[in-house]
């Protein structure tokens, strides 16, 4: 059971475009939600992450739009450039404020393969 | 701090042999977890450890085994390699405190 959806699969942009990459999740009980980018051989490394208590979060050229009502959450990049091209995974988890067993498993996203033209 | 370390970056096995993929961390960090990567499937996890002699399954962890004896080092036990097995391992670690996860750079195993 997939309880976090992203798409799309693969993004192509031109140099200074805005990739939109979007995530669904299923459980409610998910409060900490963080992106991900992988470089091809190299692990995942946090991007930036949000809780449901704020709509939005930018850090820098990424922000992270986030609808709880939807159960929805998204992630821009503004003036993408060809070093952004890498993977990215959005995830969500309970985070730790939920303590017990639950902390800290993350439920990834199928991941999207971004590629940013010169 | 090295951060987050495995070893080994590659490895074949052939159906039915046994391997530990290692695992260490130098951040004092309580967490720690395994995830496997596949094409389209994202991360998904096997196992984790909140600390010390402390365990328990993730979301597949059929076909391998961990232990946690100190706060360090947490090792991946495959007891007889499945041509399914083949996939990138990631580990990770953690404050128990703080949220942010940081991974290792993987270990990719092929199994025959």
């Known amino acids: 059971q997939q309880q976090v959806k992203q798409s799309p699969q693969s993004l192509i942009v031109q140099k200074g475009g805005i990739p939109i990459i979007n995530c669904a999740y299923e459980n409610t009980a998910f409060d900490y939600f963080p992106w991900y980018q992988q470089f091809p051989g190299k692990g995942p490394a946090l991007l930036i992450a949000i809780r449901p208590d704020v709509s939005e979060k930018k850090e820098g050229r990424f922000t992270i739009s986030f609808n709880k009502s939807a159960k929805q959450f998204s992630l821009h990049i503004m003036d993408s450039q060809p070093g952004d091209s890498a993977t990215y995974f959005c995830?969500?988890?309970?985070?730790?404020?939920?303590?017990?067993?639950?902390?800290?498993?993350?439920?990834f996203g199928q991941g999207t393969i971004l590629t940013v033209h010169p | 701090n090295a951060g987050v370390t495995q070893t080994p970056k590659f490895q074949v096995l052939k159906t039915g042999q046994s391997m530990t993929l290692q695992c260490a961390q130098d951040m004092n960090h309580e967490y720690m977890s395994w995830y496997r990567q596949d094409p389209g499937m994202g991360l998904r996890l096997i196992h984790y450890?909140?600390?010390?002699?402390?365990?328990d399954q993730g979301e597949v962890p059929n076909g391998y085994n961990v232990s946690r004896s100190t706060t360090e080092d947490f090792p991946l036990r495959l007891l007889s390699a499945a041509p399914s097995q083949t996939s990138v391992y990631f580990c990770?670690?953690?404050?128990?405190?703080?949220?942010?996860?940081?991974f290792g750079p993987g270990t990719r195993l092929t199994v025959l």
């Open positions: 990770a670690s953690s404050f128990l405190a703080v949220d942010t996860q940081y």
């Open positions: 995830a969500a988890s309970r985070g730790r404020n939920a303590g017990g067993t639950s902390y800290g498993k993350l439920t």
């Open positions: 450890s909140v600390g010390a002699g402390i365990t």
